[in-house]
């Protein structure tokens, strides 16, 4: 019974850590190039995030199940044909069913292929672990990342347009509200910016909570 | 026999996981593929319209016509005529492409009906560095090409792109994506032109 208790705790803090304590962005600084890249607006940032679940989840129960298979010297060339294969299907999914976000995310799909995150949970994770804590360290990290896209995304998004997942909420003063949208907010100098500010407040709040 | 039996012992599981993922990808493929199309079909279809606004539709003229590509490969493409709502014809298009800065450019390009003028081109699929090379599909850079004329167009660093001519100025940043463009058109219009006079569907010029 409390054997069954201390698993529950691991599992869940498996489950959390990618949130927060080591969180893919914020904390590993992994997976630079979709954050700073799709994250002008929340949509495509969603998209991108959600993608990313998908080929790390999918990516860690294959890796997960061939564990004892693999040789020490092929490994990561087993890690990059199944991530290869997985970033394929969805983007053929996104071509198929969200043609118009598929073309907004435009190389950021196929770049998954080299996404930091996904090798380094294959490596650090699935290759040494069992099919659960594989699948929950995966969705862990999915999460994590997928949130601090779309926060980063809605931060720049409601300062560059006025509005959150394509919902107006300020009111522009070209149309006779009083919010004067921050153009800079939709380049690439926004991105790093706000993401600069992000790590700095989770520095801040690390260094209080410890 | 030792280094066969060697290669088999060591990559194995590689062969049989890129047979899996090989087939896994094709069942993916195959299940995916008409919407693909049709989007893509769907994609040409709006782009043609918005740059011959009097097509109410689209009909092949010409199935499987022959052309040279950039690669000096013989490829096969479909020449499209654009029919207005009381039956005559309106213009041309067809999907040309080549190789970009970054990865392959594909674009749907339109001429009138007497193909004398380019109704413009719009970008189909592109993968060219946002910010720059894929200005490429900004109004910008696309209007320079609604009614310059169905010739030989040559790229410029500098000058008014507002003039229309054969003439086109190149995007700030962007010199060889906007001279993949001109590239790509100067090379299928001749062809395509010549694919439809031979089959009497234009006037000859000679």
Redesign the interface.
């Known amino acids: 019974m409390a054997n069954d208790a201390v698993k529950e705790g691991v599992y869940k803090d498996m489950l959390l850590r990618g949130l927060w304590r080591e969180n893919p962005v914020l904390r590993l600084l992994l997976g630079m190039c979709p954050t700073l ?1 799709v994250t002008v607006a929340v949509k495509p940032a969603l998209t991108m995030g959600l993608s990313v679940v998908f080929v790390l989840v999918c990516s860690n129960i294959v890796v997960s199940l ?1 564990r004892n ?3 020490p010297h ?1 490994r990561i ?2 890690f990059t ?2 991530i290869a ?1 997985f970033v ?2 969805a983007d ?2 996104l ?3 969200l ?1 118009d976000m598929s ?1 907004r995310l ?2 950021y799909v196929p770049l998954i292929i080299v996404n930091c995150i996904i090798i380094c949970r294959a490596e650090a994770c699935a290759s040494k672990n069992s099919l659960f804590i594989s699948i929950i360290d995966a969705i862990g990290m999915g999460i994590g990342f997928t949130l601090t896209l779309c926060v980063l995304a809605g931060i720049r998004e409601i300062l560059a347009t006025g509005a959150v997942f394509e919902i107006q909420i300020l009111a522009l003063q070209n149309q006779g509200g009083w919010f004067v949208p921050w153009a800079a907010m939709s ?2 100098v926004g991105a790093f910016i706000t993401l600069g500010l992000m790590l700095a407040l989770v520095n801040v709040i690390t260094k209080r909570k410890s | 026999m030792f280094r066969l039996k060697n290669f088999i012992q ?2 194995w ?2 062969i049989v ?2 047979f899996v ?1 090989g087939l ?2 094709a069942v ?2 195959a299940a ?1 593929q008409d ?2 199309l049709q ?1 893509e079909e769907d ?1 040409f279809n709006n782009l043609a319209k918005g740059m011959l606004t009097e097509a109410a539709g689209f009909e092949t003229a010409l199935d499987d016509a022959e052309i040279k590509s950039l690669k000096g490969k013989k490829i096969k493409i479909d020449i499209k005529k654009a029919i207005s709502a009381d039956g005559k014809c309106v213009g041309w298009a067809f999907i040309c492409e080549g190789s970009g800065f ?2 392959k450019i594909k674009l749907v390009l339109t001429v009138d009906a007497g193909f004398d003028k380019l109704a413009g081109f719009g970008v189909l ?1 592109s ?1 060219e560095t ?2 720059f090379g ?1 200005q490429i599909k900004l109004p910008y850079y696309r209007n320079q090409y609604v009614n310059a004329p169905a010739a030989a167009l040559t790229l410029s660093k500098t000058g008014n792109p507002k003039i229309i001519d054969s003439e086109i100025v190149a995007i700030s940043g962007a010199t060889v994506s906007s001279e993949a463009v001109i590239k790509i058109i100067n090379h299928y219009i001749e062809q395509v032109r010549e694919q439809l006079q031979s089959k009497g569907l234009i006037a000859d010029g000679k």
Do not use: R
Request: glycine share 4%; aromatic share 8%; no cysteine.
């Open positions: 890249a061939i298979l693999l040789k092929l060339l087993m044909v199944t294969t394929t299907i053929l999914f071509k198929a069913y043609p073309e435009g190389p380049m690439p | 060591q990559s599981l590689l996981v890129s993922f896994l990808i993916a493929n995916w919407e693909i989007n994609k970054a990865d699929s993968n946002p910010g894929d």
